[in-house]
């Protein structure tokens, strides 16, 4: 190659990727897409309808043209893990199991959805959810309980802001990303979510420590936001109720009330972890293979509880998983779910997002996180195989 033609072919490389940086936001798909989003934090099922229609126009307007993505792949696996290790015939309300094989096909359809989408409509869709909440903040004041504005729970919002986050925090220089962030902050903590909050902060603090390099700037601004975070978590009165929560546990009270099936009121992780351990010894008293092939989805789901004891969900995806799916069923869903992060950068701290808060969080039956989660690590594959590509020219 002559030096006129390699120069050329340099020059032709940087106008790609100039012009993949600049990235055009189709507001009205956007729109449409957030509305779904809304629609189905409140009507779950409604909404997983709706994407799985989305997923097939864009499929027919595509000519049936299938899309190399891996995070379109992973879902489609865990939509035959699903439609494999699901089947109860004792279900009270058979049309939940196929609910579930809905939100299973949303999620092929989100990842379909985050593969014709880029960066800048990502963060348009956040601006859309920031105002959506702040509009609905009058709430606070009307309704008797904990702020959730549109979504099913307090927690399913405070954890949801972990995903705008940790965009913000690794696709953005400008020091304008802070503001975001302490807004992000300002609504988990009207949550009152104590679990949120620590996920958070603790999110934060590892992005300093493994991705930014250790310099003055980088200690000033770590220093800065602890001490501003800190300070309305202490004078707020969150960090006596989260450090109270985690001093009165005792693991052989714990066991104790298990067994005489004593859940308690003085604290909701006790009353947690006493109902996880009722759970996982009254599978674990099961047949072989009940225990490798698991009780059958949506055995865990209000109107279907198994267990005469049970007046609530797990509130543990983990527990929700091995009951319902048993051993080889959650080992292989959870497998491909974490295989579906580990397609993109800064892996380490998205897994952090995803299984810290499925302890507590009922992560994995959350409509609005899986929504966005999806469609973010949709969009980060789609991203990373097209420079793969430029590069590769």
């Known amino acids: ?44 099922g409604l909404g997983a309808i709706l994407l799985v229609l989305w997923m097939l126009v864009l499929f027919i307007r595509s000519n049936f043209v299938v899309r190399n993505n891996l995070v379109i792949s992973c879902s489609f696996v865990l939509l035959f893990c699903t439609l ?14 196929i609910e579930e094989i809905i939100k299973q096909l949303s999620w092929v359809a989100l990842a379909y959805i985050g593969s014709t989408m880029n960066k800048n409509e990502v963060r348009y869709f956040y601006k859309l959810f920031l105002i959506s909440i702040f509009l609905t903040l009058p709430l606070i004041f009307i309704v008797p309980v904990r702020f959730k504005s549109y979504f099913p729970h307090s927690n399913h919002l405070a954890y949801y802001t972990l995903i705008p986050l940790i965009t913000y925090l690794f696709d953005s220089n400008s020091q304008r990303k802070w503001i975001v962030i302490l807004m992000l902050f300002f609504i988990v903590v009207i949550t009152l979510s104590s679990g949120g909050i620590a996920v958070f902060l603790a999110t934060v603090f590892l992005y300093f420590i493994f991705d930014q390099k250790i310099k003055f700037k980088t ?3 770590l220093f800065l936001l602890v001490s ?25 009270e714990i066991s104790e009330r298990a067994d005489r099936g004593a859940l308690g009121s003085e604290s909701s992780l006790v009353w947690r972890m006493t109902y996880w351990t009722m759970l996982i010894r009254e599978f674990m008293s099961q047949p072989i293979s009940t225990i490798l092939l ?26 929700r998983l091995f009951i319902e799916r048993g051993l080889i069923g959650s080992v292989f869903f959870l497998f491909f779910l974490i295989k579906m992060v580990l397609t ?3 892996k380490f701290i998205l897994l952090f997002i995803l299984l810290t808060p499925m302890f507590s969080g009922n992560i994995v039956v959350s409509f609005p996180f899986t929504f966005s989660l999806i469609i973010l690590l949709s969009v980060l594959n789609s991203d990373k195989r097209k420079l793969n590509d430029l590069y590769n020219e």
């Open 344 to 346: 993109v950068d800064n």
């Open 219 to 221: 200690f000033l601004q």
């Open 228 to 252: 501003l975070m800190g300070s309305i978590v202490y004078f707020t009165g969150i960090f006596d109720a989260f450090y109270n929560k985690i001093s009165i546990v005792d693991f052989q």
């Open 1 to 44: 190659m002559t030096t006129l033609e390699l120069t050329t072919a340099i020059n032709m490389s940087r106008q790609d990727l100039v012009s993949f940086g600049v990235q055009k936001v189709n507001k009205p798909k956007i729109n449409l897409l957030f509305a779904f989003f809304v629609i189905g934090s409140i009507f779950h």
């Open 84 to 97: 494999f290790f699901s089947f109860y015939p004792g279900l009270r309300y058979p049309l939940l199991y």
């Open 294 to 319: 698991g009780e059958g989805v949506k055995t865990m789901a209000a109107g279907n509880y198994l267990y005469d004891f049970m007046a609530r969900d797990p509130h543990n995806d983990y527990v």
